[in-house]
């Protein structure tokens, strides 16, 4: 999945925080794991500024082993 989206690629392979400076700006990548209402683990990568704004996320569902992207 890191090959179609560069999002995946900064963000830690752990759950936590890792931060990069990119033209300047701070960035603050996260990977967290959730339940979803569903009841299945949620694990979303964001991307966020230094304020807290967010840039980017992306949400998947583990169902079984297999990840499926939801947004």
Known sequence: M???N???NNCPYW??????LE??????YETS???NSDGYDLITFKKAKEDGT???EE???????????IG
Not at 23 to 28: E, K, L, P, S
Not at 59 to 69: A, D, F, L
């Open 2 to 4: 890191t090959k179609s």
């Open 6 to 8: 560069p999002l995946l």
């Open 15 to 20: 759950i936590g925080t890792r931060e990069r």
């Open 23 to 28: 033209n300047g700006v701070r960035y603050i």
């Open 33 to 35: 794991q959730s339940k």
């Open 54 to 56: 967010v840039v980017e």
């Open 59 to 69: 949400k998947y569902k583990i169902v079984g082993n297999e990840p499926q992207h």
